[in-house]
């Protein structure tokens, strides 16, 4: 059973570079993609980008620019990298799993790491 | 992009009743649309995925349906640990996308 332990710190200050990690646990890294979402205190999901362990990326646009995901296989590591962080990255940072199926390029995201509350703040 | 739009944004129940949960996508989606579960403190849970397929250890009384641009999140008969928010995600194009969520409270 995969398991997904994240790290970080909880406090990034403004202009600085956010830096998370999620280590897997319970099945080889190399299997699937790995993606990173976020959750504003009380507001909506948002899709960060996800990886694979070749170093395949794909980054939703809006963070695109500011935004690096890498894989260390040796490891068994994804990592999440946010430079020039304002107070609107201030959220609840998750890792998860991408798992495909259903029929076609259904995906969908499990299991996720337990969220790092990230607060952008002097 | 994809909007996903979710109503109700809060619905209040009881033990026992019946609700409907709907998501509307800004485009058709097929059916590659999931729903997760997300209780106070703790990360989002997959349900349902590809619409309609029960996620392994979901229990029964969840059911999902649809295709296209409009589906459904049923829970045939509340149980107290249903209380949660409930969440529709498209995973057709990039960037994947959420509805704004469901507050399911007693």
């Known amino acids: 059973q995969v398991q997904l332990q994240q790290s970080g710190p909880g406090l990034v200050k403004p202009s600085e570079t956010l830096s998370l990690t999620c280590t897997v646990s319970g099945d080889s890294i190399s299997r699937y993609y790995w993606t990173w979402l976020r959750q504003p205190p009380g507001r909506d999901l948002e899709w960060i980008g996800y990886?694979?362990?070749?170093?395949?990326?794909?980054?939703n646009s809006s963070l695109k620019s500011r935004l690096t995901m890498s894989v260390d296989t040796s490891k068994s590591q994804f990592s999440l990298t946010l430079t020039s962080v304002t107070a609107a990255d201030t959220a609840f940072y998750y890792c998860?799993?991408?798992?495909f199926g259903g029929g076609g390029g259904n995906n969908w995201f499990d299991p996720w790491g337990q969220g790092t509350l990230v607060i952008v703040s002097t | 992009d994809i909007q996903m739009t979710q109503s109700p944004s809060s619905l209040s129940a009881s033990v026992g009743d019946r609700v409907t949960i709907t998501c509307r996508a800004s485009h058709s989606i097929n059916n590659y649309l999931n729903w997760y579960q997300q209780k106070v403190g703790e990360a989002p849970k997959v349900l349902i995925y590809?619409?309609?397929t029960l996620q392994t250890g979901v229990p029964s009384r969840f059911s999902g349906s649809g295709s296209g641009t409009d589906f459904t999140l049923t829970i045939a008969s509340l149980e107290p640990e249903d209380f949660a928010s409930y969440y529709c995600?498209?995973?057709?194009?990039?960037?994947?996308?959420f509805g704004q969520g469901t507050k399911l409270e007693i």
């Open positions: 995600q498209q995973s057709f194009s990039t960037p994947y996308s």
């Open positions: 998860a799993r991408v798992v």
């Open positions: 990886v694979y362990y070749t170093g395949s990326t794909n980054y």
């Open positions: 590809a619409a309609s």
